[in-house]
């Protein structure tokens, strides 16, 4: 095969440039087409890079799939603590959480569900591994927020914290499943009234 002058270019571009359109390459897929079809030739395809070239970048697709999750975490905290920013009312920081969430889920195509739906049958430990700790730490920041509303006297003192985020995750998570069966045709962000009223009577003093 001639190999084109602009492959060479994209091949000598700087490494972090590369490894972060190989990334969006593979979240495009996924995104697109399901996991199913995130393989080596797709992403390097995509990319417009020879298989070889993408080797140069991450030795596997495991490797891909770890650094999409890390990107995916750092992306998420990233927003969900500005949103947080300024506000003092333990139970108002929620939900702006609730709401910046779902948003950004339906401005990235719903990528990270779509990621840890399938690292549960994903062979690989390690991507199952990542995108764990990444499920606890949402759940440990949403369980800090959670009791400092209790000390707040916004959240009920007999609210058990670790089951209440875990239930405010499964809220996002279920919103999220019904919107992509519906091909995505409807706002996933709208419905963030809806769902925080009654996760708020749930847990709320008032």
Known sequence: MVRQQGDITKEHEPTEVRQDEIIQAARKIIVTHGMGHLTIAAIAEEVGLTEGAL???????????????????????????????????????????????????????????????????????????AVHNMLRRYISAVSGILEEGVAAGEVRDNVDLETAAQLFFGMVQGA?????????????????????DIYRQGIGTR
């Open 55 to 129: 080797y140069r970048h991450f030795e596997s697709k495991q490797q891909i799939l770890l650094r999409l999750i890390e990107e995916i975490e750092e992306k998420l905290f990233e927003r969900l603590e500005g949103a947080q920013r300024g506000i003092a009312s333990p139970l108002e920081r929620l939900d702006r959480v609730l709401k910046s969430h779902l948003s950004l889920v339906e401005q990235r195509g719903g990528v990270s569900f779509i990621v840890i739906a399938e690292a549960l049958s994903f062979g690989d430990p390690s991507v199952r591994t």
């Open 176 to 196: 999220v499943t019904f919107w992509s069966l519906q091909d995505r045709t409807t706002s996933l962000a709208r419905r963030h009234q809806g769902l925080w």
